[in-house]
């Protein structure tokens, strides 16, 4: 059991070598397009929420 956890640790450090880590401008630029995308995603959701609910209001009463 042991010898297994140590064999898992060895090659996922092996692995983790052959990764290419991104730069701080990618880190910088991605998180941006995602803070973006979430911003325009929870606008068209609530525009789309007010415009239902607006519906449904005329509906109902």
Do not use: C, H, Q
């Amino acid at each position: 059991m042991f010898n297994k956890i140590v064999t898992y640790v060895k090659e996922a450090r092996e692995e983790l070598k052959k990764v290419t880590w991104p730069d701080r401008d990618e880190v910088t630029s991605f998180t941006m397009v995602v803070i973006v995308s979430v911003i325009v995603v929870s606008l068209f959701l609530w525009l789309v929420d007010s415009a239902l609910m607006s519906l449904v209001k005329k509906v109902i009463g």
